[in-house]
């Protein structure tokens, strides 16, 4: 199963989508006995990299997140320290 072949949520495999599509299209019959089957082998694994870019973009930001909320932290214990200080 894959998810919804739309084209905007996918541009990296809109090519073999469209692909993909026309094959359903000019095989009605065909499609349901494999005419359409490369095809659609070809998606998974366009699916499947297209997911592990994304994958390691949000791995990335998410690390930056962590290391921005770290510094915060800190610098919020550091405040509090020198507040303490002053009484």
Known sequence: MHPP???HRHPMCAE??????????????????GECTELKVKLDRC???EKA????ANFEQSK???????????EAAENAQKGEEHL
């Open 47 to 49: 699916f499947r990299e």
């Open 5 to 7: 072949l739309t084209l």
């Open 64 to 74: 930056k997140l962590k290391e921005r909320l770290q510094a915060l932290r800190k």
């Open 16 to 33: 073999i989508i469209e692909q993909f599509q026309k094959c359903h299209l000019d095989h009605p019959i065909g499609k349901f006995f």
């Open 53 to 56: 870019v994304k994958r390691k």
